[in-house]
């Protein structure tokens, strides 16, 4: 595409930022539409693992390693499994060629905000709709203003205004709880979970119970993972089950190093119910009100929202925002742009989420741990070392980052 295009990206998360500085590089006018009214409004969430071979290489094309290495943790991006009892039963693999990091959310946000240009972000502007005016995609927000622009790109997350807009369907409830437990200053102030972790994270499941317990720098955050029905996590108070699970865990014998994860600290923890988008989800585009075809398209959790369990979810937003931008380059019209961007990113979703979802249903099996070892023994999240991964899109790369199924759900 030569001519600059007026882009307005909604969301100011991961997503929406990488793909406005990658959109603002290639010469495009950017406008950036968040609710928050700033970056630190609310709690972002515990830290994140960006896979050296996919996430990173969207950094690098942005021209921020440099940045990235100063702020990220690859000492932290290492996992190990313990059974119930405290046994490690899958210890840290150490890849010393490994470009993978751990990274706090707020440093990631930061370092893509800053290399955007000064009010790019309007802040606490939340969208309300989008449909279509004169051939343009039209945008009116909670504050009662309005925009048009000549692109649209929806990075609004999990419950997005853009996706409803374009056809795209909600998130569905896994059947998995999380209580988010923050263990700010761990070895000072809870000596005993900083030794129970060590270093990256922890990882400890027995049937419909899990533990996932990360360490960054200074700090710890624990996810307390259990099934439940999504009406009780949604009207219990988070101490009543924080309770609850504390005596869960003590009548399933966990180990009393790890039930303390349950029991540590005052705050009770954030509940945060696991929802995903069904494998292949898609949208056709077209805005209701007119039934064409609007000039709006999704990024990150807008367009898939997978379960955690295979760390992708924001390596993948990383790659849409560079798809998005080289499919701009690479077409004449932006209707083109968007089939060619939908349709590279449709297939690699459809992986990730066939993957992520294997993997969530395996963690919290009636026979974990051994059903998540036995599955991680066929099927993997990571990459084969020996497969080139330079091209994503080569034929190999599916079955190799996710397993043979991958490339049928793929399809
Ligand atoms: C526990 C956990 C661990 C994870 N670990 C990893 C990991 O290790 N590696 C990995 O790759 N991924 C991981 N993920 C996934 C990752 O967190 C997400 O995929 C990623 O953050 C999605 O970013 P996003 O920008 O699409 O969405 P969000 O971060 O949700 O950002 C959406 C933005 O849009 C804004 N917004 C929403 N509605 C509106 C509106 N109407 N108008 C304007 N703005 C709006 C929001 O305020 C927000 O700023 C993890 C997820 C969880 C839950």
Do not use: K
């Not at 309300?128 to 048009?148: C, I, M, N, Q, Y």
């Amino acid at each position: 595409m030569e001519r600059p295009l007026d882009v307005a990206v909604c969301g100011a998360g991961i997503a929406g930022l990488a793909a406005a500085v990658l959109l603002h590089q290639a010469g495009h006018r950017v406008r950036v539409h968040e609710r928050d009214a700033h970056a630190a409004t609310r709690d972002q969430g515990g830290s994140i693992g960006i896979d050296g071979a996919i996430g990173r290489r969207v950094i690098e094309r942005m021209g921020l390693d440099d940045v990235f290495a100063a702020v990220s943790h690859p000492e932290d991006a290492t996992g190990r499994v313990v059974d119930a009892a405290g046994t490690v039963i899958r210890p840290p693999r150490i890849d010393p060629e490994s470009r993978d990091a751990e990274v706090e959310r707020p440093e990631l946000r930061r370092m893509l905000l800053d290399h955007l240009p000064a009010d790019t972000v309007r802040w606490g502007h939340r969208l309300r709709s989008l449909d279509e005016r004169d051939g343009r995609p039209h945008l009116t927000f909670e504050d009662g203003t309005d925009a048009v622009a000549d692109l649209v790109v929806g990075g609004d997350g999990a419950w997005s205004r853009v996706r409803a807009s374009v056809g795209g369907t909600e998130p569905v409830y896994s059947g998995i709880t999380f209580l988010d437990r923050r263990f700010p200053d761990v070895d000072r102030d809870f000596p005993s979970i900083a030794a129970t972790i060590q270093r990256g994270t922890l990882f400890a499941h027995t049937a419909g119970l899990g533990l996932i317990a990360q360490r960054i720098g200074g700090n710890a955050r624990v996810y307390v993972a259990f099934r439940a029905e999504l009406d009780h996590v949604r009207s219990a108070p988070p101490a009543a089950l924080r309770a609850d699970l504390e005596r869960t865990f003590t009548a399933a014998g966990w180990d009393p190093s790890l039930t303390e994860f349950t029991t540590a600290g005052e705050e009770p923890g954030t509940v945060r119910p696991v929802f995903e988008h069904p494998v292949g989800h898609r949208w056709d585009g077209r805005v209701p009100a007119t039934g064409r075809r609007v000039a709006a398209t999704l990024v990150g959790d807008a367009a898939h929202l997978q379960s955690p369990f295979c760390a992708l979810g924001t390596n993948n937003a990383l790659l849409d925002a560079a798809d998005l931008v080289d499919a701009l380059d690479g077409a004449g019209t932006v209707e083109d742009a968007l089939a060619a961007y939908e349709s590279r990113m449709w297939r690699r979703a459809a992986a990730a989420a066939e993957a992520a979802h294997a993997s969530i249903r395996a963690f919290m099996h009636d026979e974990a741990p051994a059903e998540h070892l036995r599955r991680r023994s066929t099927a993997s999240c990571r990459p084969d070392p020996a497969v080139d991964l330079d091209d994503p899109w080569a034929p190999e790369y599916l079955p190799a980052r996710f397993g043979s199924g991958a490339r049928a759900a793929a399809e």
